[in-house]
């Protein structure tokens, strides 16, 4: 018995060594120190011995179990090793390949533009003053001083939201920014009724008119709203700002000229020009020959504006001025149709 159970412990740990997974493992288990191993049959068959055999056969049998049992153990613990150094090995990360490239969005000329405009008014003082899209007949027209029949205000410049039912005040979508400054000056007034503060905002946003479209003119468009209001405000500060805008946009060089124009809220209103930045003043195909771009609308804001919005014009003075991103975008880029704009062809957004 004794030598069987040699002969058991050594064929068992033999056959262990040739096990190379946890399948085999778990069959080797099973079969050398299953119900039906030889060594268990060894203990079910101790009773058949004689009395005294069995001491020693039974303490013999119990130390082949735990030196078969530890190597069990030993393998197992092994072989989860063995399993965890492949896996390193084999899923190791080269982090040292170049990684692929993704397509990254990026802003729309517009936005690039606005952006551009509203910092460079920030760094002059100019807080952001945002307004509704969809307005009043009031705001947009009657408040800025427009006088009753005045052509803005016909089907074919203006998109009505609701027309005919309200009257005198239809709703419709703004034309300009230029509403924005009653808004404002109503707010600010509001603060202090007796004594309102001064005003020092840009007002931006989309534009809406019933246009037919050509590669000039869109049904919808950005305009970025100047607008200061305070006391002994000049024409030498409008120029003064406009003349210091134009150089920060496009650049120390640049020129400016101011042509007499016509706005029913701005008394004087001038148009300004800036010197051809593609040519520099000679001359070319961007400038029509003439040496200026005309990039703005501007003017003192008119008494009337400004009693509208609260401010009294004995005591208040102001200018305004109203320019067009997607102009801008078109003079610097050279784009030649401005319904590249809102098409949404990536062939053309990509490029800015
Ligand atoms: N609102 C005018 C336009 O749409 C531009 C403008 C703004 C002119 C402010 C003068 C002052 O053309």
Avoid at 28 to 53: C, I, Q, T
Avoid at 139 to 147: D, S, V
Avoid at 303 to 309: A, D, I, K
Wanted: net charge neutral.
């Amino acid at each position: 018995m004794l030598e069987q159970l040699e002969h058991i412990q050594r064929e068992a740990l033999e056959a262990l060594q040739s096990v190379q997974d946890e399948e085999t493992l778990q069959a080797w288990r099973v079969a050398h120190l299953g119900r039906n191993s030889p060594l268990m049959r060894v203990f079910s068959d101790l009773g058949s011995l004689p009395k005294e055999e069995r001491p020693a056969v039974g303490r013999r049998a119990n130390e082949v179990k735990q030196a078969l049992e530890a190597a069990l153990e030993e393998k197992s613990q092994a072989l989860k090793q063995a399993a965890i150094e492949r896996s390193l090995r084999e899923e190791r990360l080269d982090v040292t390949l170049p990684g692929r490239p993704f397509r990254r969005g990026r802003l729309h000329p517009s936005t690039q533009t606005l952006r551009r405009i509203l910092s460079i008014l920030a760094d002059m003082g100019f807080q952001v003053f945002t307004s509704r899209e969809v307005e009043t007949d009031e705001y947009n027209f009657q408040l800025l001083n427009f006088p009753p029949h005045h052509p803005a205000r016909e089907m074919q410049d203006s998109l009505y939201v609701e027309a005919g039912e309200r009257g005198e005040n239809p709703v419709l979508l703004r034309t300009h920014t230029s509403p924005g400054q009653i808004h404002a000056m109503r707010y600010f007034a509001a603060m202090n009724p007796e004594n309102p503060p001064p005003i020092r905002i840009a007002l931006p946003g989309m534009c809406f008119r019933h246009e037919q479209i050509t590669a000039r003119s869109e049904i919808q468009f950005n305009q970025v709203e100047g607008l200061a209001v305070g006391k002994n405000i000049t024409f030498s500060d409008l120029k003064g700002t406009l003349a210091d805008f134009a150089r920060r946009m496009f650049g120390s060089q640049a020129r400016v000229r101011f042509r007499a124009s016509y706005f029913p809220f701005t008394e004087p209103s001038a148009e300004v020009d800036v010197e051809c930045f593609v040519c520099g003043g000679k001359g070319c195909s961007v400038c029509k020959r003439t040496g200026w771009l005309e990039i703005l609308g501007c003017g003192m804001v008119h008494p009337v504006v400004l009693q509208n919005g609260g401010y009294d014009p004995r005591r208040y003075t102001g200018f305004a001025f109203g320019m067009g991103p997607e102009r801008q975008a078109m003079l610097r880029h050279r784009i030649e149709d401005i319904r590249y704009f809102w098409s949404n062809d990536v062939r053309f957004l990509e490029q800015f």
